[in-house]
């Protein structure tokens, strides 16, 4: 199982990005999908995240700009960002905690992670 994250770049404060994340491989099923960040010198935090049949939770930075969504049938979550400032520059890291074919129980994967830079 691999997690392929995409979309980081760089743009300018108040601008828009969308990136993301495609499960693949062996999979029976997923619970659940979300993004994390981490910025330099700092842990890595949540900031979104959605389960199957559930409502989408977010970290309350970013609440109101960014929306989590994910397609199942393409075992892919997206993060669309918008309103970006400095702070929300970081690596982005998607997590998926799912059911390998063939297992019972569940396991937590990551992605690569993906660079967002917010700078004028």
């Known amino acids: 199982v691999q997690l392929q994250a995409s979309g980081g770049g760089e743009v300018q404060p108040g601008g828009s990005l969308r990136l993301s994340c495609a499960a693949s491989?062996?999979?029976?099923?997923?619970?659940?999908m979300a993004w994390y960040r981490q910025a330099p010198g700092k842990q890595r935090d949540l900031v979104a995240s959605?389960?199957?049949?559930?409502?989408?939770n977010y970290a309350d930075s970013v609440k109101g700009r960014f929306t989590i969504s994910r397609d199942n049938a393409k075992n892919t979550v997206y993060l669309q960002m918008n309103s970006l400032n400095p702070e929300d520059t970081a690596v982005y890291y998607c997590n998926a905690v799912l059911i390998p074919r063939g297992n019972f129980s569940s396991r937590m994967y990551w992605g690569q992670g993906t660079q967002v830079t917010v700078s004028s």
């Open positions: 959605i389960i199957s049949g559930g409502r989408p």
């Open positions: 491989g062996s999979i029976s099923s997923i619970y659940s």
